[in-house]
């Protein structure tokens, strides 16, 4: 339960929607219009929230907190914070009324790759700081001016400012990850386990279904991700049980059943495997109760 013994809120799922006369698959908005957003399709932005699109938050003046799949960060003025899609994420309400910003959301496949950077605030110097700006300001103006180009030529645009800005921010941290896109091996297990991993949990069994071998697919995704394609499988299962078990109030049981275990023990062996506590000592833990 929630606070005053409420019933703790489920997580939302937020389709795309692009506003009216946006160009199909990315929007570019700020702090004051999220918020009109939300109160347009009744959405509670401080309840927890999963978009099947991605956010890239930039923030100009004052603080905003968020919290990203159980971390909580403060992006400051000149930071920026992107939130990938299928992402549980909340806003602080009262930030967006005292900070200003932009938030860039693209639907997954927009631009090639994926924002290559990891998922903490990024607060770069000069000169990133200032090609940066320049390049999200190049990418509202050319958002905003839906007349001087053909669709097609307006959509490219769009799609090239965006990759730019991408690259740039992924080169702000000292050693920063590489921006070569992960390969097909690996994008084809990545897409095939965010469908299945709920009731495939063997490497095998992607390997079968995508025509790899498992010895393939882990290469893949220790070149992509720096950890076999075990683990990366195993990581899923258990932040989507951790997001269950913090943000609504299924049991333990019920978590098993909808991630494929065959018995409540398996699920419990697994979590505390991978954690150190079991399902339930973890709940307590994340929510305040011990």
């Avoid at 908005?29 to 978009?51: H, I, V, Y």
């Avoid at 940066?132 to 097609?152: K, N, V």
């Avoid at 730019?164 to 994008?187: C, E, I, N």
């Avoid at 299924?250 to 419990?268: H, M, N, Q, V």
Wanted: charged residues 25%; glycine residues 6%; proline residues 7%.
């Amino acid at each position: 339960m929630g606070k005053n013994g409420q019933p703790r809120p489920e997580i939302t799922d937020v389709s795309y929607r692009p506003s009216l006369g946006a160009p199909i698959g990315m929007d570019v908005l700020d702090f004051t219009e999220l918020l009109a957003r939300g109160k347009r399709r009744g959405l509670d932005l401080s309840a927890p929230q999963r978009p099947d699109f991605h956010h890239l938050i930039h923030v100009t003046a004052g603080t905003l907190r968020h919290r990203v799949d159980f971390t909580d960060c403060a992006v400051e003025a000149g930071g920026w914070l992107w939130v990938g899609s299928g992402q549980v994420h909340q806003y602080v309400p009262d930030d967006l009324t005292t900070a200003r910003g932009t938030i860039v959301i693209w639907q997954p496949g927009f631009v090639l790759a994926d924002p290559p950077f990891d998922q903490s605030p990024l607060l770069p110097t000069e000169p990133h700081a200032r090609a940066a700006r320049l390049t999200l300001r190049h990418l509202a103006h050319e958002y905003a001016d839906l007349t001087s180009l053909p669709l097609d030529a307006h959509l490219q645009t769009l799609r090239m400012l965006l990759s730019v800005l991408l690259l740039r921010l992924s080169h702000v941290r000292p050693d920063p990850v590489s921006s070569a896109p992960p390969d097909d091996t690996f994008r084809r297990y990545s897409a095939a386990l965010e469908h299945d991993f709920r009731t495939s949990h063997q490497v095998a069994d992607y390997a079968a279904a995508l025509g790899y071998s498992p010895r393939t697919l882990t290469r893949a995704t220790l070149a992509a991700t720096g950890t076999t394609a075990k683990q990366y499988l195993d990581a899923r299962v258990l932040l989507e049980a951790k997001r269950l078990l913090v943000h609504t109030d299924a049991t333990a049981a019920d978590i098993s059943r909808t991630l494929g275990f065959a018995e409540p023990t398996d699920f419990a062996k697994f979590f505390r495997k991978r954690d150190g506590r079991t399902p339930l000592e973890f709940r307590a833990v994340a929510r305040g109760q011990r």
